[in-house]
């Protein structure tokens, strides 16, 4: 199933995730602010707020649905709008989410939006993830964050043998998989994106073995 409207991806909210009306309300409430701040930052494409509900909401939330269970730390790379990392912490309040992002104004929007949507499970961490201390994160997601292995040379470090690796990717995704290395390409299967029949989520487990057998 390909969700193509706005009606369809709110439905899919309750019935696919079973969000209430209070957190439909909060999606509302951050819809609006994004609107607001996209006028004075160019957060996501203007075209693309036409199809907010699809192309960035249930684009994110989509990570929920894999046939792997997600768990926290959940460490989002390079969030920028706040998507995923925004929304998965809006869909499930318990999970603790880590937005990690470089850029000072979209740091001070992370910021605000996640005081103005009171969402006490958001870490805001407004460093390069070079400079991140370690940890062992649950999940780790990167939604248009860099190529595949410079992301995964730049956050193999964040890994554990149980790390869930959920990364969105456009029509290239699969290529992306097949040109890495045959150790990485073993950690992860590719599911279909709920949004666009172009594009792929690469879902793994594991810790990266990088070139030499080392872990970085």
């Avoid at 499930?92 to 009171?118: D, M, S, T, Y």
């Amino acid at each position: 199933m390909i969700l193509d409207s706005e009606s369809q991806a709110r439905d899919w909210f309750k019935e696919a995730l079973g969000c209430d009306t209070t957190t439909l309300k909060k999606f509302d409430q951050l819809v609006a602010l994004l609107r607001a701040e996209n006028a004075r930052q160019n957060l996501v494409s203007a075209a693309s707020m036409e199809h907010v509900w699809v192309r960035h909401l249930a684009d994110s939330a989509q990570l929920l649905v894999s046939r792997e269970t997600p768990v926290g730390p959940w460490l989002d790379l390079g969030s920028g709008a706040g998507f995923p990392g925004l929304i998965i912490a809006l869909c499930r309040p318990a999970l603790e989410v880590i937005l990690v992002e470089n850029r000072a104004r979209r740091i001070a929007w992370l910021e605000q939006a996640a005081v103005e949507l009171g969402l006490a499970n958001v870490t805001v961490a407004g460093k390069k993830l070079e400079a991140l201390p370690a940890l062992g994160a649950g999940t780790i997601s990167a939604r248009a964050f860099a190529p595949l292995p410079q992301l995964i040379a730049l956050s193999a470090r964040f890994s554990t043998p149980e790390t869930l690796w959920l990364l969105p990717k456009g029509r290239n995704g699969r290529q992306e998989l097949l040109q890495m290395p045959k150790p990485i390409q073993a950690m992860f299967h590719v599911e279909q994106s709920l949004t666009d029949v172009d594009s792929v989520i690469l879902v793994g487990r594991g810790i990266p073995r990088l070139a030499g057998g080392q872990r970085r």
